[in-house]
């Protein structure tokens, strides 16, 4: 995730929890007419939190919670967020709805939060639950061939296509399974075990055994990529997070399994002399790389790998969250602040 805009200090208008739009502000050129982009915005909440933790000073967790209140309050349609905001009207521009690209970690965020306050935020939980609601309306669709799988909405019309980036949203969903509504939760395991069959399919209808950036389900097609600028694969880990946490969540050994298909896929088709490199093209055995290692590779796709196949105590998800990159934060137990409360009051005694 990359934040390109500055944020004011004081709190009080909408101006005051959006970006600063003046000065060395900027906007990348396809974020529609400079708006603002909710996995931009929307992908604070952890870690501006810790940092009030941290530090003891209460303005960052009051920027995140102003910005998730106005988010909270404005008008949805039909309960979801569009993926781009005016950070001068404070309107959603265009109602392009994406699970991946542009809308995916706010959603993360989302339950993630309600998770890092040893589940005590609970406006956190109504609103990740009341757009997962929304998504399955609207979102969430079934192939002729059975797969399960997240389309695109733009304006009313679905978009049949599901990017690599929105196959987090089995782990998410799985994460949030618990805490759901009591007769919903093992609902929500399934679909989220369903979504992350999807992503598997992906890989294995290729000739590389790699996902492409996106695949469609359209004109015949499933879980495949049937255009030429979406046959590539960067290193991206947002298939291997979900195993992670399904096996997590279930003790599944296919999920070990399928990891292990993409080790050894990697190890075959990425790997190069300096490191690991993207490829062009997953249909196609003939090499092709681009030359480049994300960072998001060591940071994310390697760290998933690895917990996949440590034991659960490593970075036990009963005491971690991790944020979008992977890095883990620590759950913020109840326990442990009224500690401190009480500490402090005999201090000033």
Known sequence: MTFNFSWKLELGSWDDVMPDCSGTSWSWGWASAGSSILAE??????????LTELSNNPVFKEKVMSIRKLLNKIEKPHGLYPNFLSPVSGNWVQH???????????????????????????????????ALEAIEANLVQKSPGGLTYM?????????HKMGHL???????IGIGADDGAPEKRQ????????????????????????????????SGAEATATRL??????????????????????????YRDWGWEAVEALEQ?????????????????????DNMQQSFFLSETLKYLYLLFSDDDLLSLED?????????????????????VTEEKTVSE
């Open 229 to 254: 600028s979406d046959r590539y694969y960067i290193l991206r880990p947002e298939v291997i997070e979900s195993y992670m946490y399904m096996w997590r969540l279930t003790h599944d050994p296919k």
């Open 41 to 50: 915005f929307g992908t604070l909440h952890l870690e501006f939190v810790h």
């Open 187 to 218: 609902h929500y395991l399934d679909l989220a075990a369903e979504i992350t069959h999807t992503c598997h399919e992906s890989y294995t209808r290729t000739t590389t055994r790699l996902g492409p950036e996106a695949f469609r389900f359209d």
């Open 320 to 340: 971690w969250v991790f944020n979008t990159e992977a890095h883990p934060l620590p759950i913020i137990r109840k326990s442990c602040l009224q500690d401190e």
């Open 96 to 130: 392009h709805v994406s699970i991946g690209g542009l809308g995916d970690s706010f959603y993360e965020y989302l339950i993630k939060s309600y998770l890092m306050s040893d589940k005590t935020d609970e406006e956190a939980k109504k609103m990740y639950y009341s």
């Open 151 to 159: 389309a695109e909405w733009r304006g009313g019309i679905l978009d």
């Open 269 to 289: 088709h990425c790997r190069v002399e300096s490191g690991f490199s993207g490829i062009r093209d997953v249909y196609t055995m003939t090499a092709s790389h």
């Open 166 to 172: 929105a196959c987090f949203s089995g782990g998410m």
